[in-house]
């Protein structure tokens, strides 16, 4: 069986108040041909199919489109869908009776037996099957786990070296693989989840530190070996975690300045009768993600010149210019630096995605911790003159000092 694994679409994400619609588009508009060239048997989405809760009608249109037209190019592909930190997980299940009729499994929340309170396989244990319609493989379909679904966090926390958060998330994937192991009849049991993994490589500014009660991250060994394939979402960078066969498939282009060196794309899982064999499927951009400069910074009047190598379209549609992230070193006070750059920016065919200043590092040793003092005890002026030197690598100047004197004193 050949299985497409993606995840981390965040549809409806803009970027510095930038629409993503053209990306999102074109990237779902690749996925039917990507499941017929690879002859996918089922394609695993592991969460945040969108970027918020409240997604708009356009986000979720993108989406039932996206769905319709893998049925319509692929009758026979099964699509199993978990919810992630960022989706509305009841919004996500409601279209369930449609979904189903074309082959789509959703699975927002966990779902319990009343009477026992065991996990209702019906609707997390997924059969898998090959073109013609024999059984396979089967899905364990876990969603982003909420503090309502982990069970008895407090009973036996005491555990050394065990946090209650992690226990209880390694008892829910132990107890959801000891209820699916006589189901699925010696056949290939594959899971999902949604969690940050720990080892796993973040992008900063684009992931939120997500699981329960502070913890941070989950060791990969929460999933039993007998697993033959665990597909995770949450990070947006491609990586295996653990083992080979535990694996982030990443966004689908780059959702920050963090990501722009990522080879975005998705997963392609071979099921053999050796395990699970992985492959990562790089995928085009449709829009440049760029870095002014490539590596460093720069200054604003040299900032003309790099956007001018460029080559920029100047015809190009609005929702296909590049993004640019400008990383600028001041060459004299920094305020209002970041407004300047972006001034010149816009007068170009080109988002800006952000703007950073890259401040001068302080001298060895000037960061020796003070003792720490009330405000009573504290001079305004003097806490003005420091927080000026650590946002502008330098001392205020007079007419600085006369407007924060102005402001204070209310003349």
Same mark, same amino acid.
């Given at each position: 069986?050949?299985i497409l694994?993606?995840?981390d679409?965040?549809? #409806?994400?803009?970027?510095?108040?930038?629409?993503?619609?053209?990306?999102?588009?074109?990237?779902?508009g690749?996925?039917?041909?990507?499941?017929?060239?690879?002859?996918?048997?089922?394609? %695993?989405?592991?969460?945040d199919?969108?970027?918020?809760?409240?997604?708009?009608?356009?986000?979720?249109?993108?989406?039932?489109?996206?769905?319709?037209?893998l049925?319509?190019?692929?009758?026979?592909?099964?699509?199993i869908?978990?919810?992630?930190?960022?989706?509305?997980?009841?919004?996500?299940?409601?279209?369930?009776a449609?979904?189903?009729?074309?082959?789509?499994?959703?699975?927002?929340?966990?779902?319990?037996?009343?009477?026992?309170?065991?996990? !209702?396989?019906?609707?997390?244990?997924v059969?898998?099957?090959?073109?013609?319609? $024999?059984?396979?493989?089967?899905?364990?379909? %876990?969603?982003?786990?909420?503090?309502? !679904?982990?069970?008895?966090?407090?009973?036996?926390?005491?555990?050394?070296?065990?946090?209650? %958060?992690?226990?209880?998330?390694?008892?829910i994937?132990?107890?959801?693989?000891?209820?699916?192991?006589?189901?699925?009849?010696?056949?290939?049991?594959?899971?999902?989840?949604?969690?940050?993994?720990?080892?796993?490589?973040?992008?900063?500014?684009?992931?939120?530190?997500?699981?329960?009660? #502070?913890?941070?991250?989950?060791?990969?060994?929460i999933?039993?070996?007998?697993?033959?394939?665990?597909?995770l979402?949450?990070?947006?960078?491609?990586?295996?975690? #653990?083992?080979p066969?535990?694996?982030?498939s990443?966004?689908?282009?780059?959702?920050?300045?963090?990501?722009?060196?990522?080879?975005?794309?998705v997963?392609?899982?071979?099921?053999?009768?050796?395990?699970?064999?992985? $492959?990562?499927?790089?995928i085009?951009?449709?829009?440049?993600?760029?870095?002014?400069?490539?590596?460093?910074?720069?200054t604003?009047? $040299?900032?003309?010149?790099?956007?001018?190598?460029?080559?920029?379209?100047?015809?190009?549609?609005?929702?296909?210019?590049?993004?640019v992230?400008?990383?600028?070193r001041?060459?004299?006070?920094?305020?209002?630096?970041?407004?300047?750059?972006?001034?010149?920016?816009?007068?170009?065919?080109?988002?800006?995605?952000?703007?950073?200043? !890259?401040r001068?590092?302080?001298?060895?040793?000037?960061?020796?911790?003070?003792?720490?003092?009330?405000?009573?005890?504290? !001079?305004?002026?003097?806490?003005?003159?420091?927080?000026?030197?650590?946002?502008?690598?330098?001392?205020?100047?007079?007419?600085?000092?006369?407007?924060?004197?102005?402001?204070?004193t209310?003349?």
């Amino acid at each position: 069986m050949r299985i497409l694994h993606t995840a981390d679409w965040h549809i #409806g994400q803009t970027l510095n108040g930038f629409s993503r619609e053209a990306e999102h588009g074109a990237f779902l508009g690749k996925l039917p041909e990507l499941a017929a060239r690879h002859e996918a048997d089922a394609m %695993i989405v592991a969460g945040d199919i969108f970027d918020g809760v409240n997604p708009s009608a356009e986000s979720m249109k993108l989406l039932y489109d996206a769905l319709a037209a893998l049925h319509a190019s692929r009758p026979a592909l099964q699509i199993i869908i978990v919810a992630g930190n960022h989706d509305p997980a009841g919004r996500l299940e409601a279209p369930r009776a449609l979904f189903e009729a074309i082959g789509v499994h959703v699975v927002g929340i966990l779902h319990r037996d009343n009477a026992s309170g065991a996990l !209702d396989m019906s609707r997390h244990l997924v059969p898998l099957r090959a073109g013609n319609g $024999e059984v396979r493989a089967h899905v364990l379909a %876990i969603p982003y786990l909420r503090s309502g !679904d982990l069970p008895l966090l407090a009973e036996d926390s005491a555990e050394a070296g065990s946090s209650p %958060i992690v226990k209880a998330t390694r008892r829910i994937y132990a107890d959801a693989v000891d209820a699916a192991r006589p189901l699925a009849g010696g056949l290939p049991l594959l899971a999902t989840g949604h969690l940050h993994c720990a080892g796993g490589l973040e992008s900063e500014g684009a992931e939120r530190r997500i699981l329960i009660g #502070g913890e941070h991250a989950a060791p990969a060994d929460i999933f039993p070996d007998e697993l033959a394939y665990v597909a995770l979402g949450h990070l947006h960078r491609a990586q295996g975690i #653990g083992r080979p066969t535990i694996r982030y498939s990443g966004s689908p282009f780059p959702m920050s300045a963090t990501e722009i060196g990522y080879e975005h794309g998705v997963t392609l899982v071979e099921l053999q009768p050796s395990g699970a064999r992985c $492959e990562h499927i790089k995928i085009g951009r449709t829009v440049p993600c760029i870095r002014l400069p490539e590596h460093g910074s720069l200054t604003l009047p $040299e900032l003309p010149n790099a956007i001018a190598a460029l080559n920029l379209d100047a015809s190009c549609d609005k929702q296909k210019q590049p993004f640019v992230y400008a990383v600028i070193r001041p060459d004299g006070p920094a305020g209002g630096l970041s407004g300047e750059v972006q001034r010149v920016l816009e007068e170009h065919p080109l988002r800006c995605a952000g703007v950073k200043i !890259d401040r001068p590092a302080r001298a060895e040793g000037a960061l020796v911790a003070e003792p720490l003092r009330s405000l009573a005890e504290c !001079d305004p002026a003097d806490l003005f003159e420091k927080a000026y030197v650590a946002a502008h690598g330098e001392a205020p100047g007079a007419a600085h000092r006369m407007a924060f004197e102005s402001i204070r004193t209310g003349e």
